[in-house]
């Protein structure tokens, strides 16, 4: 599936000018201004955001710090366009949190390569996120927004821990989004489900218990909200690679060492 970009500019001979050179690389969203952008975000999450800054009602500045302060937003990377071209005016367009400032006019491919890049950068850090999600460490490879929306939903989570029907509405309860806009971003931010990451936290803190070992298998798969011990094991198993025992087993063996 092509990455998703929005493309918000008043100009319509610019509007379709981006469009034509990103249309064959990406999914496009257009907006004639940012009251219409915001529209189409409450819809659709993009990967990035193009957005000229000299447009009537909303500019580009107060889109990209609206964008920027809104926790269901501001991991989105933005592109600001604008004919300003001072280091005041630049300074100016990144202190509201944009990631690229580019003056027009412009090289296309320059644009195209901006834009490569930062979609290509995103996706490299929910790859490592998604693949090894026990690891928290990996939450400092994403963007601030991205690491702290995971943090909390996190640590939300391990204290909610031994509720069996703790779910993707509690999560966007806490995070004060609906469901779909929570449901995006956790995809956004980790390519997991929120049920994904839910078990994978669950799975963390069996391991931590076991690896205590004063606690049977069945009553860790209590503790971490598992309805059954065997659903507890085939769990361990699909993210360890190994059965609860054997794990044991192993770390028992390293103890002696």
């Given at each position: 599936m092509k990455p998703s970009i929005l493309i918000i500019d008043d100009e319509e001979e610019?509007?379709?000018?981006?469009?034509?050179?990103?249309?064959?690389?990406?999914?496009?969203?257009?907006?004639?201004?940012?009251?219409?952008?915001?529209?189409?975000?409450?819809?659709?999450?993009?990967?990035?955001?193009?957005?000229?800054?000299?447009?009537?009602?909303?500019?580009?500045?107060?889109?990209?710090?609206?964008?920027?302060?809104?926790?269901?937003?501001y991991h989105i990377p933005v592109i600001l366009l604008t004919a300003r071209k001072s280091d005041n005016d630049k300074l100016e367009g990144l202190e509201t949190g944009a990631d690229a400032y580019m003056c027009k006019p412009f090289?296309?491919?320059?644009?195209?390569?901006?834009?490569?890049?930062?979609?290509?950068?995103?996706?490299?850090?929910r790859d490592h996120v998604a693949k090894r999600p026990?690891?928290?460490?990996?939450?400092?490879?994403?963007?601030?927004?991205?690491?702290a929306f995971l943090q909390e939903v996190s640590q939300f989570i391990v204290l909610n821990i031994d509720n069996k029907n703790l779910g993707v509405d509690d999560l966007a309860d806490?995070?004060?989004?609906?469901?779909?806009?929570?449901?995006?971003?956790?995809?956004?931010?980790?390519?997991?489900?929120?049920?994904?990451?839910i078990d994978r936290i669950r799975i963390k803190k069996a391991a931590e218990l076991i690896a205590e070992n004063e606690s049977k298998f069945f009553q860790i798969a209590d503790k971490v909200g598992f309805n059954s011990?065997?659903?507890f094991g085939?769990?361990?198993?699909?993210?360890?690679?190994?059965?609860?025992k054997k794990f044991l087993d192993h770390l028992k063996s390293k103890w002696k060492d």
């Open positions: 610019l509007l379709g000018f981006l469009c034509e050179i990103l249309q064959d690389t990406y999914v496009i969203y257009k907006a004639s201004n940012a009251e219409a952008g915001l529209g189409i975000l409450d819809v659709n999450q993009p990967d990035l955001i193009i957005s000229d800054i000299m447009m009537p009602g909303l500019n580009g500045l107060e889109l990209c710090k609206l964008l920027k302060d809104n926790v269901a937003l090289s296309p491919r320059m644009l195209q390569v901006q834009v490569d890049n930062l979609i290509k950068n995103r996706t490299k850090i026990l690891d928290e460490s990996l939450y400092t490879l994403g963007s601030r927004s991205d690491e806490h995070m004060n989004m609906s469901r779909p806009t929570f449901y995006r971003r956790m995809k956004s931010a980790s390519k997991l489900s929120p049920k994904d990451f011990q065997s659903v085939r769990n361990f198993q699909k993210h360890f690679q190994s059965s609860p």
